[in-house]
């Protein structure tokens, strides 16, 4: 479907709408070859807590993309809670973390993604954060390097792979 004759609007969620987002978390990963079966039984409740915490710990807001009422697509974004200790200046170094960016298929390829996207970056920079980071899928690496995103150091290693 075309966007030519339609108009996206692009709005804050509200927490009404966590289980949207939940669902589009879901979907993005089957979307990106994830079998169901390797997703937990519980992957609502498990979303749902984390959004809940999110939004009171790391300054949360997720953003969709809606068509006469209908949402289309999500993002959401917090400040990054670190996997290690920070040590450094919130001047220095104050990640922000895009996550679950989800545009329906029919109305992919219409640049929702850039738009989610840039939404967020926009938020992440109002509460303080230096820097943002995201990890791409495969289809959505191509969205994200156009708006400047580059490729990092982080190097991953399959311990399955292992003997």
């Not at 929702?112 to 820097?131: N, R, V």
Request: charged share 20%; hydrophobic share 40%.
């Amino acid at each position: 479907m075309m966007l030519t004759q339609q108009k996206i609007q692009i709005r804050a969620e509200t927490p009404q709408e966590d289980a949207l987002i939940a669902e589009h978390f879901y979907q993005m990963w089957l979307d990106n070859n994830i079998s169901p079966q390797a997703i937990t039984a519980d992957w609502l409740d498990t979303v749902l807590h984390f959004i809940d915490h999110a939004r009171r710990e790391l300054e949360y807001q997720a953003f969709v993309a809606e068509i006469d009422g209908l949402i289309i697509g999500s993002v959401g974004c917090q400040r990054f809670a670190g996997l290690y200790p920070n040590i450094m200046k919130a001047r220095e170094r104050c990640d922000g973390y895009i996550w679950g960016v989800y545009v329906q298929p029919a109305y992919r390829c219409q640049g929702i993604a850039t738009q989610l996207t840039k939404k967020a970056m926009d938020y992440l920079k109002t509460i303080g954060c230096t820097h943002a980071v995201l990890n791409a899928s495969p289809s959505g690496e191509p969205v994200y390097s156009q708006l400047g995103f580059m490729n990092s150091n982080l190097m991953r290693l399959d311990l399955h792979s292992l003997g």
